[in-house]
């Protein structure tokens, strides 16, 4: 639907977007300082004259949206829209979507060629660093960004979720590589995640089996490698692959060995990299066992910042799987992680269903329920560890 602009230069134009893609669209046309009726105008006029028309975008639950296109130009749309058989909403969402990849944030390239380090940890199990790393990945990937997500647990429960296999014994993989005994290209094996939304833009490096002797493996490699430092193990391996990707996210295992110590220096802050950019996100429960392992954390973290001289930042607390029915443990805990202050709680995840579904499905929280307050709880977990 249109109607008349004041001054007759413009007409106004009525449809429905993805609430995700009208906060993006908004926050991308500030950072680019464009007006979102220009940027919407840049992207049906692009997305109209493409050949090939970008992937089905998922609308459901598309809300009211508005603005101001110059007169004939949505007509004109709503033409294509019909030669190419796909409804207006889904133009339009298109549009958006292709826009917004081939016009990507300033703050990507004022960062250089050092991607975006998150570091999930906590040496307790049960806490869901493994659903946080998997979740705030698809987000970084469903804004556009080119993610690589790394099962680095021997449990291997981020690559059985997604249904990719883990490497077996003896193969060469990431702790190969750690070691310095790869005998292939690292990339070589990477797996790529389908889902539309994440227009092949999100990888996965699985987990393997080798993985549980890590720690050993790294100590006896320290002994025979003069120079070789343990803590720049997992940066020495992923380093070949660091210019395909603006962000990189760590699973971690739950331990507070050698292996830790290597994903909190990949972590740390870089020369000339501004403060919060990489670093720990840190998922916790609303329980007394969950602020003691917190606690065995940092004094990790700050063990190692204060031997090797660097700076390490806490992104942000997640608490997982808060349920206020469990009673004052659970509230009064809640209470203590928000008086913490500094590091931040960037979001509190109830305890739902839609991740489990996911799971059992073997797909994508993104991709299985992308409208749920999990999905849109993951969004805003990678949106706060981003400064």
Known sequence: MASPYPDGDREKVASKLPSVLQQQLKVRAAELTLDIQDAVEAAITAWRTTEHP??????????????????????????????????????????VRDWLDTNPSPQHGARGTDPERKIVCNQKGGVGKTSIAAGIAQAYAEDGKRVLLVDYDPQAHLSQQLGIPQIPPGAD????????????????????????????????????????????????????????????????????????????????????????????????????????????????????????????????IGSLCQDLSLTVDYLGLVVNQYDSRRGYVATSSLDNWKNIGDPKVLAIIGDLKEQREAVRMQQPLLVYAPNSDQADAMRQIARGATR
């Open 173 to 300: 993989s990431l702790v190969s590589h750690m070691c310095g005994d790869g005998q292939g290209d690292l990339a070589d094996l990477i797996v790529t995640i389908e889902g539309e939304r994440f227009g092949k833009r999100l990888d996965l490096l699985p987990a393997c089996y080798d993985a549980f002797l890590l720690d050993a493996s790294i100590a006896v490699v320290g002994t025979q490698k003069r120079g070789f430092q343990k803590e720049a193990s997992l940066e020495l391996a992923l380093h070949p692959l660091e210019g395909d990707y603006d962000v990189i996210v760590i699973d971690c295992p739950p331990s507070l060995g050698i292996a830790m110590d290597a994903a909190l220096y990949y972590g740390r802050r870089r020369r000339s990299e501004p403060a919060g950019v990489s670093g720990t996100v840190i998922p916790v429960l609303a329980e007394d066992s969950s602020a003691t392992a917190y606690d065995m954390l940092a004094d990790q």
């Open 54 to 95: 970008g992937f089905e975008v998922d609308t459901a639950g598309a809300k009211s949206f508005s603005t101001w296109l110059p007169p004939g130009l949505y007509e004109d749309f709503k033409t294509t829209c019909t030669s190419r058989g796909v409804s207006y909403i889904q133009g339009l969402a298109q549009s």
